[in-house]
């Protein structure tokens, strides 16, 4: 049976709870998150800027979840030691990694450049 929209939405925001309350990532990816917004206030970003901005908090927020997810799913299957179990586990934090390097790169082109400007180097 299919559930109604309305619990489909309480049921993901149920996972976002519980990936921003047990997940340590999860924290510091969000800490990070609310600086790359304070920051893009501060400095008077563009739309554009804002919207690569977002979709780079959505994107390193959101592979944590799907890590977390995915990490409770193999524990589920495999709760034992098992090699495989620590290499899908190892992949998928991997690619969280992967995202949020990509986002420091896209914090570098957008802020510093206007950081710069701010303190007269540019």
């Excluded at 924290?27 to 609310?34: H, Y």
């Excluded at 990509?102 to 802020?111: G, I, K, R």
Aim: proline share 2%; glycine share 10%; aromatic share 8%.
């Amino acid at each position: 049976m299919t559930q109604s929209l309305p619990s489909a939405f309480k049921n993901a925001g149920a996972g976002i709870v519980h990936a921003a309350v047990t997940g340590r990532n999860f924290k510091i990816e969000l800490g990070f998150a609310v600086a790359a917004v304070v920051l893009g206030l501060a400095l008077g970003i563009s739309a554009v800027e804002w919207a690569i901005v977002c979709v780079c908090i959505g994107v390193v927020l959101g592979g944590e979840c799907v890590n977390t997810a995915f990490e409770a799913v193999v524990d589920l299957v495999s709760p034992d030691y098992n090699e495989l179990a620590r290499i899908a586990k190892d992949c998928a934090a991997g690619a969280v990694l992967l995202e949020s390097i990509a986002s420091l790169f896209v914090a570098a082109f957008v802020y510093l450049p206007k950081m710069l400007a701010l303190i007269g180097i540019l």
